[in-house]
């Protein structure tokens, strides 16, 4: 028997992002450049080396994906199906401009499945891209390979991998993620693949 290829995928979500507090999905806002320098820099003094970088366009990510390819010499490439979610009108509006936005918004957050922001990307059509994009992912040849993506996108890996119900609200409002930390997904691959999650949100700073 052929022995098992073991691949570990270390999910990354980018750092805390300048401006006013809203919901930024697909607008581009950005990290303070002093801070992705410290968060490149704790990610070179890394357990782990990594091998390859993948990154969602979006600068907050690929920003930092470039500088830390860059420091290591490793590949990266840009995967736009890791993009955080289309929030549609309210995306990257700060919320304390949303106040007649919030009862939409509260429906959201408590059953976000089947409330659709309006002019936003369906729960569904984003789930549908994250998890085609992971299955495409796993034939990428790097064994410890470095995904700087967004919060949402990890929440629907994590739920991909664990076999959670991604129209679960709970997933998106108790499970934390917080800025700059990773999660480490494992995959086995023997006659089948196994996966296993190794750890979720560890802080890089």
């Known amino acids: 028997m052929v022995n098992g290829t073991t691949k570990n995928i270390y999910l990354l979500r980018h750092g805390k992002v300048e401006g006013k507090a809203a919901l930024n999905g697909v607008s ?7 801070l992705q320098q410290q968060i490149c820099e704790a990610l070179v003094q890394h357990n782990v080396a990594f091998d390859g ?7 907050r990510c690929s920003d930092l994906a470039n500088l830390y390819s860059e420091r290591v010499s490793v590949p990266l490439s840009i995967a736009p199906e890791f993009q955080e979610m289309n929030f549609g009108e309210v995306d990257g ?17 408590q059953d976000p499945a089947n409330h659709q922001l309006t002019g936003a990307e369906s729960l569904q059509s984003f789930h549908g891209r994250v998890t085609q994009a992971w299955s495409q992912l796993l034939n990428n040849p790097s064994d410890n390979l470095l995904l700087v993506t967004h919060g ?3 929440r629907m890996l994590l739920a991909h991998c664990l076999d959670i119900d991604w129209k679960n609200p709970s997933l998106y409002s ?22 296993s999650v190794k750890a979720i949100g560890l802080p890089v700073l």
Do not use: C, Y
Request: aromatic share 10%.
């Open 28 to 34: 581009d806002v950005l990290v303070n450049p002093e």
């Open 53 to 59: 970088v993948v990154t969602s366009p979006l600068r």
């Open 93 to 109: 509006i700060a919320f304390d401009e949303l106040e007649d936005k919030w009862a939409m918004l509260d429906t959201f957050w």
């Open 152 to 154: 949402g996108v990890i």
């Open 174 to 195: 108790k499970l934390s993620i917080e800025n700059a930390s990773i999660t480490h997904i494992q995959v086995t691959q023997f006659a089948q693949s196994f996966i």
